[in-house]
């Protein structure tokens, strides 16, 4: 079965207090709170700045067993280093504790700046250096910068595959040979509804879809009605299917049909708190429900939620893998 996951861009958001989050909810029980209603995050404080270990454990902690978060990369290696030498910039990157989410990390997201045209050589080389397993993070991030040295995590458990999908914002992209770069490098092409923005394609590059749905009609503020959702739900169904849509703009050819794709998709209207609820509404349309008022009369007002299983992690065990700083 495919995975399908349905979420939000963030979620520690003040508008959100009172309208989708209970009135007086402590907001450290706010990422429990919202993973009980969407099965998938999108980590943007990564975006910004270096997060730590403990951090990335506190939210591991903080969600069911079968949560996923997909991580978005530092603004440093794609904004400012502009993906270039970056070996000290991944290197913090990784070590910043990203690999204490063990089976709930999902898709690390690349976001490029407007800015930043398509120069072949640049993004194949970045590509060429992403680890593509947990084990190779590890050993990437052992070569860190020493102010990481007390706040640096390179265990693994588990040797776990990686994913990558980068989201661009030029025109230069709008290219053929950009889509068959991503094939080649199996980096998933982000789909990224802009309210006509940015760049829209629809070509399919891994076997995953990720889709990025900031706003329909106004740039991180406006919703999704029903027609728009069941349109969604439409092509995700496709995708998902291992196929794609009759109809959609695309630079290259279909994608060869595989049997499935799994999906991960992020709304990223958060400033009229449309976000969450359009992200259950479409979970809904795949199959995936929640009981939102449910899940609200079984929030405490204070402490811990009522019926909620404790999910704190259990001690690593003697055997995992660990890097160290060599």
Not at 113 to 124: A, G, H, I, R, S
Not at 177 to 200: C, G, H, M, S
Not at 282 to 300: P, T
């Amino acid at each position: 079965m495919p995975e399908t996951r349905i979420g939000i861009s963030g979620w520690r958001y003040g508008p959100w207090r009172g309208k989708f989050y209970p009135p007086n909810l402590p907001q450290n029980l706010e990422l429990n709170f919202a993973a009980r209603c969407v099965n998938s995050i999108e980590i943007n404080g990564s975006f910004y700045s270096l997060q730590t270990p403990s951090a990335y454990e506190k939210w591991y902690d903080s969600t069911p067993d079968d949560f996923v978060f997909a991580v978005k990369g530092s603004r440093f290696i794609t904004h400012m280093k502009r993906l270039k030498d970056l070996q000290q910039a991944q290197a913090n990157f990784w070590a910043s504790g990203i690999l204490r989410l063990d089976e709930k990390l999902g898709p690390i997201l690349w976001q490029l700046p407007p800015n930043f045209q398509f120069v072949k050589e640049t993004l194949e080389e970045f590509f060429d250096e992403l680890p593509r397993n947990t084990a190779d993070a590890a050993k990437i991030a052992r070569g860190c910068s020493d102010f990481m040295k007390d706040r640096s995590w390179m265990k693994i458990r588990k040797i776990r595959p990686l994913r990558h999908a980068i989201e661009i914002r030029n025109e230069s992209f709008v290219t053929e040979e950009f889509v068959n770069l991503l094939r080649r490098q199996r980096v998933a092409l982000v789909i990224a509804d802009t309210a006509n923005k940015w760049p829209y394609m629809e070509d399919m590059t891994a076997d995953f879809v990720y889709v990025r749905l900031h706003g329909e009609l106004e740039l991180y503020a406006s919703g999704y009605d029903d027609r728009a959702l069941n349109h969604w739900a439409n092509r995700l169904k496709k995708w998902r299917q291992g196929g794609e849509p009759a109809r959609g703009p695309r630079c290259a050819p279909k994608a060869p049909r595989i049997s499935s794709r799994d999906v991960f998709v992020y709304f990223d209207n958060d400033m009229k708190v449309f976000a969450p609820f359009n992200a259950m509404d479409l979970a809904r349309r795949l199959g995936i429900r929640r009981d939102y008022e449910k899940i609200k009369r079984d929030s405490r007002l204070s402490g811990r939620p009522k019926n909620s299983r404790d999910t704190r992690r259990t001690a690593w065990p003697r055997r995992a893998i660990a890097y160290t700083h060599s």
